[in-house]
Nanobody
Framework: QVQLVESGGGLVQPGGSLRLSCAAS????????MGWYRQAPGKGRELVAT???????NYGDSVKGRFTISRDNAKNMVYLQMDGLKPEDAAVYFC???????????????WGPGTQVTVSS
């Protein structure tokens, strides 16, 4: 089994910053891409940012220049530094990882339960 757990969400004022963390644990052999997605009420889940095991990053257009994704391969963790937060960034943020585990013969996607980010004055 593989588990992803996010942390670091909360309430922040517009223009403020938050840092999200996600820890992957369990029967992990290796992790390919890791990423962050978000879902606001009444909307679909959208890409925030992804990062390959080699450190190549990709960002959604709405967060480019404000958010930074990083990862620590030794600790099986991925981070999202969010600066210049706007009210429209408010959402539940989900961690995602493509994991090769000891249980299965091919990598599959795992998701965390999500962490709430609220941007309001």
């Amino acid at each position: 089994q593989v588990q992803l757990v996010e942390s670091g969400g909360g309430l922040v004022q517009p223009g403020g910053s938050l840092r999200l963390s996600c820890a992957a644990s369990g029967s992990i052999i290796s992790i390919n891409d890791m990423g962050w997605y978000r879902q606001a009420p009444g909307k679909g889940r959208e890409l925030v940012a992804t990062i390959t095991s080699g450190g190549i990053t990709n960002y959604g257009d709405s967060v480019k220049g404000r958010f930074t994704i990083s990862r620590d391969n030794a600790k099986n963790m991925v981070y999202l530094q969010m600066d210049g937060l706007k009210p429209e960034d408010a959402a539940v943020y989900f961690c995602n990882a493509e994991v090769l585990s000891f249980v299965l013969t091919a990598p599959i996607d795992y998701w965390g339960p999500g962490t709430q980010v609220t941007v309001s004055s």
